[in-house]
């Protein structure tokens, strides 16, 4: 069940490598990579930590199954009952190995109610050891079995070589033992279980990569000037009242991605990412939690607003609150709607998005919606839609799903899923399926997870757009032609989830945060919460009548299966004919009893005129 929110729901975002690529060739897969004249140019070249890197992978893929092999000892059910029976199976090297790691060092400041409550540097250091056993048409991820080739790892800071080495071995000796069992289990599986309906390999035969940067600075940040912005934007929550709980937090980061594998792949890549979040929660007097958030991003620090700007934010949001927790809770509704920007953009995310993902086309699990769809009209056709992680800004807002490299070192690429409204392809990792058998750049995971198809920069566009004083006329016009007294508009939304396994509905639920009910009457707008919107991808995308002509963005974090990555959407408003909402759980708390401290009957014995002076 994918999941999408917005960065500031997790307070800070979730780590997510990006391992990098550049292209080599493979000479053997049976003794350590040799080294052409270019790549030892590349060696001579290359940060420590990656010449550390290329020489473990290397030692461990000529050795691995292949000599001493006692020195694995059995560690799982599988091994130990074979040991027992007397049986012997033949040495069983991996024919694919790859070590990643992601070296990140960061600045984060912290506030609320206008003081600080954290402002720490980090320097962390985490990767993946994957290890494939049997061959590309079949191998130990198989099926149910795909995250057995991934092992998290720790590895230490700094340039000791041999400590390096020793954690790899360490986790290398664990990863090849634990592929080994499950390559077992699924050659076993496949002499018993019926013939599957996508029969493709396990995993596709790509052309290695070679890119070596140069490993990223530590970020530079004012930490006094950030300290004070980050305390004086949490402090102007003192005028709200009712907005409860609050928080400030800046972050700057730095992070190089190092990626080897035995096919030749030798990366080293630059990252860096500044970003404000700024939240804030309420409760209504009936017990609905209210939240609001923005967040701004750029490549640096430098690039994030100026002050003044985000002051402006700020109020906004203790202005919404307020109104929010006063408004009316909105009741189930089934007519036309205007989905904002934004909306729009996780709109599409979650209902479309997810289900063109690769992997979401094979398995007995899968609800397929897309997969017999290809070269089919599956939008109306003034809508077409691509995935490009090579871009990082949309205007002027940066993007968060960008990246060079995928995390199975392949290079990023522009992908145009539907053209005109006619379905073209689908996002792929290194999993094949029948339409498809090699990736196109978009096998993505978190640190410690399998890579799998997933969405970078989602960017829906149009042809048939109107301004947006124009689409709101259309709103009321197809309101009425309904004998609807009202229409809605979807201001802002929070976050989202999708249903993509056979085995339940497929269907889709999206939170706004901010509704308002449009009167065909010319009443003013009226403000509503505790609206759910729900449905099925088939039916909600081919009720998309027209757009604005102006698109918004959506940054955030998108959970499923290969763990938390981050990912952008961008899309213009748009008019549907039929939108079904329903109410969001109430909750049960009462807002609380005893006043905010400052309030004006919060109780507490003020100091007269003259000693206040």
């Known amino acids: 069940m994918p999941e999408v929110f917005p960065i500031p729901s997790f307070f800070q975002r979730t780590h997510a490598k990006f391992s990098l690529c550049g292209l080599v060739l493979l000479l053997s897969f049976t003794t350590a990579l040799a080294t052409t004249p270019s790549q030892a140019q590349a060696q001579n070249q290359a940060p420590p930590l990656l010449t550390t890197l290329s020489d473990e992978l290397n030692r461990a893929f000529s050795q691995l199954g292949r000599t001493t092999p006692a020195a694995i000892q059995p560690t799982t059910p599988a091994q130990k009952d074979a040991g027992k029976s007397g049986e012997k199976s033949p040495p069983q090297p991996p024919y694919f190995i790859s070590y990643s790691i992601s070296d990140e060092s960061a600045v984060s400041i912290r506030a609320q109610y206008g003081a600080l409550t954290d402002a720490s540097d980090?320097?962390?250091?985490?990767?993946?050891?994957?290890?494939?056993?049997?061959?590309?048409?079949?191998?130990?991820?198989h099926g149910n079995h795909h995250s057995s080739a991934s092992n998290g790892i720790g590895i230490p800071l700094g340039n000791d070589s041999n400590a390096i080495a020793h954690s790899l071995w360490q986790v290398t000796n664990i990863a090849y033992a634990r592929a080994l069992d499950s390559y077992l289990r699924v050659k076993t599986e496949s002499q018993v279980r019926a013939k599957e309906e996508d029969t493709s390999a396990d995993f596709s035969k790509e052309q290695p990569q070679i890119s070596i940067g140069t490993p990223a600075a530590p970020p530079k940040v004012d930490r006094d000037a950030w300290e004070k912005r980050v305390r004086a934007l949490s402090a102007i929550f003192r005028e709200y009242p009712d907005v409860y709980q609050n928080m400030v937090m800046f972050t700057a980061q730095s992070e190089t991605d190092y990626f080897v594998s035995s096919e030749g792949s030798r990366i080293v890549e630059p990252h860096r990412a500044a970003r404000l979040v700024i939240y804030a929660v309420t409760r209504a007097e009936d017990g609905m939690d209210l939240f609001r958030d923005q967040t701004f991003e750029a490549e640096t620090a430098d690039g994030l607003p100026d002050q003044a700007t985000i002051e402006a934010t700020v109020r906004e949001l203790g202005k919404s609150l307020e109104a929010l927790r006063k408004a009316p809770v909105t009741e189930p509704f089934?007519?036309?709607?205007?989905?904002?920007?934004?909306?729009?953009a996780v709109f599409f995310h979650e209902v479309l998005g997810h289900r063109l993902e690769g992997q979401r086309q094979?398995?007995?699990?899968?609800?397929?919606?897309?997969?017999?769809e290809?070269?089919?009209?599956?939008?109306?056709?003034?809508?077409?839609?691509?995935d490009d992680p090579t871009i990082s800004t949309f205007g002027k807002t940066w993007l968060s799903g960008t990246?060079?490299?995928?995390d199975e070192g392949q290079k990023a690429r522009r992908v145009d899923l539907i053209e005109d409204g006619v379905l073209k392809t689908f996002l792929m990792s290194r999993l094949p399926i029948a339409s498809f058998s090699t990736s196109n750049g978009h096998g993505r995971s978190q640190t410690g997870k399998m890579p799998t198809g997933r969405q970078g920069n989602l960017i829906v566009s149009s042809t048939k757009t109107v301004s947006d004083q124009e689409l709101r006329k259309q709103l009321i016009a197809e309101a009425k032609r309904q004998g609807k007294p009202y229409g809605l508009y979807f201001e802002d939304i929070s976050s989202g989830f999708a249903v993509t396994q056979r085995s339940s509905p497929q269907a889709f639920q999206v939170i706004p945060l901010v509704v308002w009910r449009v009167y065909v009457d010319g009443r003013p707008d009226e403000l509503v919460r505790g609206v759910s919107i729900v449905g099925t991808p088939l039916a909600a995308m081919n009720r998309i009548q027209m757009t604005s002509d102006k698109s918004e963005v959506f940054n955030g974090e998108c959970g499923a299966e290969s763990g938390t990555v981050p990912v952008s959407a961008v899309a213009p408003a748009m008019l549907l004919s039929e939108m079904e909402t329903q109410r969001q759980p109430q909750?049960?708390?009462?807002?609380p009893i005893l006043p905010i401290p400052g309030a004006p009957d919060d109780g507490r014995s003020k100091p007269d005129v003259k000693e206040a002076k």
């Not at 250091?125 to 991820?141: H, Q, Y």
Request: hydrophobic letters at 35%.
């Open 122 to 141: 980090s320097h962390t250091r985490s990767g993946d050891i994957v290890v494939r056993i049997g061959d590309p048409a079949l191998d130990n991820t």
């Open 334 to 344: 089934n007519g036309p709607a205007i989905l904002s920007g934004r909306a729009a």
């Open 362 to 372: 094979r398995g007995d699990e899968e609800g397929q919606t897309f997969t017999k």
């Open 374 to 386: 290809l070269n089919k009209p599956v939008l109306p056709s003034f809508l077409s839609v691509a």
């Open 403 to 406: 990246y060079a490299y995928d």
């Open 587 to 591: 909750g049960t708390a009462r807002p």
